[in-house]
């Protein structure tokens, strides 16, 4: 039984691209959470979204970000317009259900560098 | 806003030692509370305490909650190596629906042989 999958786990970017970041939940984990860690930082809730809902984005930037779980495929989190502070690791996350304190499964990170 | 406070931020021990952990919370609402272990990948789960003085243990590791005091602490018993990593303490709220997990900075442990 896979994990959580993210990919790509390492991400260079010249400052101004677009950086898109995928992940697939375990099997049968309809909810996704994407969090941002910072160097010398905690993990910072960005999203929470389930198949073609966002239900909480209240720790997305209001500006160059944008995440998506649709019907069919991976979770989408897309920074467009990278500036050197975007650098930073992005994991996601997934649970079968909601209230999950526990069960909630993280994937092994995708590693943004912007220069 | 909702904040979680972990001390101390980085301790080197030797193989052998014990050591304790320290996470201190305060939050609108409070659910549960659970601690992590990041080795430079994904954080993989160890407790979820969501009552006062009930102590989790798994093998080495326990910890208890206070939940009046709003702090928890992580007990590491005869550290090995393999135990060094980031431990992360995070709460979860109850917020109208939202799942998200407040984290704190994590704790650097480092077990010299």
């Known amino acids: 039984n896979a994990g959580v999958m993210q990919n790509p786990r390492h991400l260079v970017r010249r400052r101004g691209q677009e950086a898109r970041l995928r992940c697939s939940p375990m099997k049968g984990h309809s909810h996704v959470y994407w969090y941002r860690q910072l160097p010398e930082e905690g993990l910072k809730f960005m999203v929470y979204l389930q198949k073609e809902n966002i239900i909480d984005e209240s720790g997305m930037p209001k500006e160059r970000f944008s995440a998506e779980f649709p019907k069919e495929g991976p979770s989408i989190l897309r920074i467009q317009q990278v500036v050197r502070g975007d650098s930073a690791a992005y994991f996601c996350?997934?649970?079968?259900?909601?209230?999950?304190?526990?069960?909630?499964?993280f994937g092994e990170g995708s590693w943004l560098t912007v220069v | 806003e909702d904040k979680v406070v972990q001390s101390p931020l980085s301790l080197v021990v030797h193989e052998g030692d014990t050591v304790t952990l320290n996470c201190s919370y305060e939050?609108?609402?409070?659910?549960?509370l659970l601690w992590y272990k990041q080795e430079k990948k994904a954080p993989t789960f160890l407790f979820m305490l969501?009552?006062?003085?009930i102590e989790k243990k798994s093998g080495r590791l326990s910890s208890i909650l206070d939940k009046k005091e709003l702090f928890s602490i992580l007990n590491i018993t005869a550290t090995q190596t393999g135990d060094s990593a980031v431990y992360l303490c995070a709460v979860h709220p109850s917020q109208g629906g939202s799942e998200k997990l407040v984290f704190g900075k994590g704790m650097k442990l480092t077990v010299n042989p």
């Open positions: 969501t009552s006062s003085g």
């Open positions: 939050v609108t609402n409070f659910r549960s």
């Open positions: 996350a997934s649970s079968r259900r909601r209230d999950s304190g526990n069960t909630i499964y």
